[in-house]
């Protein structure tokens, strides 16, 4: 599914950068120091590949020297000695997905960009510009490129007459294909530019159309090896990466949103609204559900075990790369729980705060090892952020050693991304928490 898989809905965040080296069983914190000067550094989520090696993002800062104009490009920044690395240099930039309307307000979770193969080998995103001399007209178009910036692909022709979008891209963990959603009439299959998901070879071959309905689709979630696909449209659909076997995966009348297949292709999860799929559901508030690939053993699974008389929201599912079980946060509560998907057995992994006290932004390590998250306060973890902002925090994957990365004064971090193997994770602060000075997120730091 590549480096943009069950995450926590994004944030553009005028902030800093930070990554974190994590020791398993480390309860110290973490000394941070900057490897940047950049004062604008307005910085998307960002992105780490399964090595460990770079993390991925885009900002409007001058993070390497190169981006005095302070145009939003991709950089990679490498995780051993903090050093950065513009990717792009076009006089257009590269695509900022839109926000809720705050300026650090959520994404629609399929707005997060670049997508990065798991190998960190290609990335994946769109832009207005025209590095080939085959988007004279500057239209959105999606891109293809290797680690280091070179080898760009234009995978998309779409007309400058139009202004649709171009988002919801994933690539897939071993870089094949891209999905990715559009009203586009791409191969001249769309001609009422209804919402359609695409899939397109990383070469810019074998352009495809794998949404067959007649109404919106969009969310698609790839797998690992690029042959499975799921959206969602108010149902969840599955498909083959050959636009075969397109079927819905079951049929209710619920309503879903967030699919996510695990790495292995074998399970899809969800989150469900009205739904009436077996279990304990809720008619308001939204549970996660899963299904597998086949369509089969269609099921909640929060609510289940846990006694609770009332409806939650649960947040973006963040399943291990076997699909067996699932982190999430429990947005009502402020809970992190995991659920193991073959028994719906739940585990408290922060228990029900105190006031103020609310953990969500869960994401959890391929291997299951490692589960990074943020909570406004730590109420749970023997009040060592007095000031109440929102901090990230890690843990082991059974709930184990809870432990702050972050002590900002003032601001906060968001929306962490980890290694499959849990040790490190990188995430995005508002503070200033290296204590340099100058404006709040106006560095990039390394620990």
């Known amino acids: 599914m590549g480096r943009s898989r069950g995450r926590l809905p994004g944030f553009v965040i005028a902030g800093v950068l930070l990554t974190l080296t994590l020791t398993i069983g480390v309860s110290t914190a973490q000394t941070l120091s900057p490897v940047s000067d950049s004062r604008t550094a307005f910085a998307m989520v960002p992105v780490l590949d399964d090595t460990g090696e770079w993390i991925y993002l885009v900002s409007a800062g001058d993070l390497s020297g190169a981006n005095p104009e302070h145009r939003r490009q991709i950089f990679r920044i490498r995780v051993a000695d903090g050093f950065a690395e513009q990717l792009t240099f076009f006089r257009e930039g590269v695509e900022w997905p839109e926000t809720s309307g705050r300026p650090d307000g959520p994404l629609r979770p399929e707005a997060i960009g670049p997508s990065v193969s798991d190998d960190g080998h290609r990335l994946a995103f769109v832009s207005r510009a025209d590095p080939l001399g085959t988007n004279p007209d500057h239209a959105r178009q999606l891109f293809v490129m290797e680690r280091d910036g070179t080898g760009v692909v234009q995978l998309t022709s779409a007309p400058r007459s139009s202004e649709w979008r171009i988002d919801s891209v994933r690539i897939a963990g071993n870089g094949s294909r891209v999905v990715f959603a559009s009203r586009h009439d791409l191969d001249g299959s769309n001609p009422g530019h209804v919402a359609q998901v695409w899939i397109v070879n990383a070469d810019g071959s074998g352009l495809l159309r794998l949404s067959g309905v007649s109404t919106d689709s ?3 979630s790839i797998s690992d090896d690029g042959e499975r696909v799921v959206f969602t449209t108010v149902q969840i659909w599955g498909v083959l990466a050959d636009g075969s076997d397109l079927r819905m995966l079951f049929d209710d009348f619920g309503l879903y949103d967030w699919p996510v297949i695990s790495g292995d292709g074998g399970a899809v999860y969800f989150r469900s609204q009205l739904s009436v799929l077996p279990g304990p559901a809720c008619s308001s508030g939204q549970d996660l559900g899963v299904v597998d690939w086949d369509g089969s053993n269609a099921r909640t699974l929060t609510h289940t075990e846990l006694g609770a008389t009332g409806c939650g929201t649960t947040g973006f599912p963040s399943p291990l790369d076997d699909g067996s079980s699932v982190v999430y946060s429990d947005l009502t509560s402020g809970e992190i729980l995991t659920v193991d998907q073959a028994t719906a057995t739940q585990v408290r992994l922060i228990p029900a ?19 990074a998250f943020q909570c406004l306060a730590s109420v749970s973890f023997g009040d060592s952020n007095p000031d109440g902002g929102r901090e990230t925090y890690v843990m082991d994957g059974d709930g184990a050693n809870p432990r702050a990365m972050t002590d900002g004064i003032v601001g906060g971090s968001y929306a962490p991304d980890l290694t499959s193997d849990g040790t490190v994770a990188a995430f995005v602060s508002r503070a200033d928490p290296g204590a340099e000075g100058g404006l709040p997120g106006a560095r990039v730091y390394h620990a």
């Open 218 to 220: 969009g969310m698609p």
């Open 353 to 371: 705060p105190g006031d103020y006290d609310v953990c969500s932004g869960s994401s959890v390590s391929g291997d299951g090892s490692v589960i």
